[in-house]
């Protein structure tokens, strides 16, 4: 019996945390941009499973932030997470980049949109 307690005691003392992304997008001026699309994907140059099943699309929030969350994909023990690239557009600007998603932690990344030359 102690040994069912003392086990459900240690588990619940290790919660997972929340596994977070969080882009921002803004023009080349430093200005956020609202309603942008923001696309998060794998690109691996080895794939060894489903790459596509880490994809997430959103609109950014009046803040021009877009929130990503990972949580469900993290398995704890697991050494490192992903390296996603990003793609975001508005209009006719486009910005691409590249973010470290380190488990149990919020990472942020901001991609600045840039005009489309025709």
Known sequence: LTLVVTAALFSACNKEKDTIAVITVEDE???ILPGA?????????????DPSRLTQE???????RATF??????????AGFAVLDIVSFRDSMVG?????ILEEETNEETVVLVP???
């Not at 959103?58 to 021009?64: A, F, I, R, V």
């Open 29 to 31: 001026n430093g200005s």
């Open 37 to 49: 699309y923001v696309k998060l994907y794998a690109n691996p140059t080895f794939p060894t499973g």
């Open 58 to 64: 959103k609109m950014t929030d009046s803040q021009g």
């Open 69 to 78: 969350d990972y949580t469900d994909f993290y398995k704890q023990g697991q």
């Open 96 to 100: 691409q980049g590249i973010i470290k």
């Open 116 to 118: 489309v030359t025709p």
